[in-house]
């Protein structure tokens, strides 16, 4: 059975910053891709964030420059870095997995984390 729990989810000022876990169990971590998801009240979920079996990573434009995703495949954990908060980033976090499916084909979800960007 595929789990994907995520927690760091949170309340921060515009500006600050919050770290997002992911612990992932059920699958062979080391092959699959990985990503976060959000989703803000009233439009889609969106990929923000991904990284590969290999290390590549990608970003959506929004957050680029902002947010970091990296991976430890010791610990089976992804993690999103995000930086320079926005109040636009407010939304819930989706931890994801994919085993080279491509993205919306067949992922595996977490429950998702709830990130509030606000003064």
């Known amino acids: 059975q595929v789990q994907l729990v995520e927690s760091g989810g949170g309340l921060a000022q515009p500006g600050g910053s919050l770290t997002l876990s992911c612990v992932v169990s059920?699958?062979?971590?080391?092959?699959?891709?990985m990503g976060w998801y959000r989703q803000a009240p009233g439009l889609e979920r969106e990929l923000v964030a991904a990284v590969n079996g290999a290390g590549t990573v990608r970003y959506d434009g929004a957050v680029k420059g902002r947010f970091a995703i990296n991976r430890d495949n010791f610990k089976n954990t992804v993690y999103l870095q995000m930086n320079s908060l926005k109040v636009e980033d407010t939304a819930v976090y989706y931890c994801?997995?994919?085993?080279?499916?491509?993205w919306g084909r067949g992922d595996y979800l977490g429950r998702g984390t709830q990130v509030t960007v606000s003064a």
């Open positions: 059920g699958v062979n971590f080391r092959v699959m891709d």
């Open positions: 994801a997995a994919n085993p080279g499916r491509g």
